[in-house]
């Protein structure tokens, strides 16, 4: 197999809907044995960052972005999780006199972050939400920018908190939906699903889970093998193969990138055909999601962005 050297010059030599990187990934997918040996290919710049970040702390230098990506390389945390804790930083790590200087800061780096990756549906709502519930307090009104600071560090620290025990708040709620003796359906590798589906086992419950592969990274590959370290029984099918499996299944689960206003969900894809498969033959679906996901944004079809 290529080096990851060789697979980011070959990147650059791609373009179109099916990328070098789509193709190795599925090219390895497809005959690796042991899981741990199938990363995705992001793995060396996420080291690079890290290294960055630290060669940035040394002169002085603070990068949100680098902040970002230091929390979000940590396997527990969401990516809005990780924008909360970046955003603390840079109240933290701000240089500003004034609580209104400091307030700008903390707009120039959430757009920063937004700006960063604009497909992140979940990196955008963490930063409004964090953006609402730390600035909006009469910590901005105070003259003494360092009792500002406090305040607003001690709000952006339990706003983290807050949103990194909702997964367990929400498998502690969730598990009461698995049966006895059912059969789930999931598509993708969702944390919130795989903590709720743990805590079921954990708590007597026996089920299947059916994972589908999740083309083109495998998420669903992944899923199963989490599973199956729990020691919950699972089947893994072809992502085409939904319909044809549906007839045995007693309900559908699935995570969430984002939650939008009108209701509707944003999710990998694949998953709004799970779902029409599942209504036609009156399954039902669930959708976990932390509530920090929900964006202020109407959707009207699948293609709106």
Known sequence: MKSEEEI?????????????????????????KDPDNFKPLRASSLVGQQQQRLSDEREGLFSVIDEFNLWRSKPELAEAVAAIKALTAVIQRSE??????????????????????????????????FMRYVTRTSALEYEDIVAGKARL?????????????????????????????????????????LALLKLAASNGKHFHVICTEGRPKNSGVEMANQLLSAKIPVSLIIDSAIA??????????VGADGVVESGGIINMIGTYQAALVAHSMSKPVYVAAESYKLKMFISLSAHDS
């Open 244 to 253: 044809y499996t549906m007839e045995k299944v007693d309900m559908v689960l």
């Open 153 to 193: 560090i001690e709000r952006g620290e339990k706003f983290g908190e807050i949103s990194l025990k909702a997964r367990q708040t929400i498998a502690l709620l969730g598990k009461d939906f698995v049966q006895d003796g059912s059969t789930i359906l999931t598509h993708g590798c969702s944390r919130v699903v």
């Open 96 to 129: 500003a006199t004034t609580m209104m200087g400091l307030e700008i800061d903390l707009k120039k780096a959430s757009e920063a972050l937004k700006a960063w990756d604009e497909t992140s549906i979940s990196l955008s709502a963490g930063c409004d939400l």
């Open 8 to 32: 980011s010059r070959r990147r650059g030599e791609v373009s179109g809907a099916v990328t070098y990187e789509w193709l190795t990934q599925a090219e390895a997918a497809r005959f690796h």
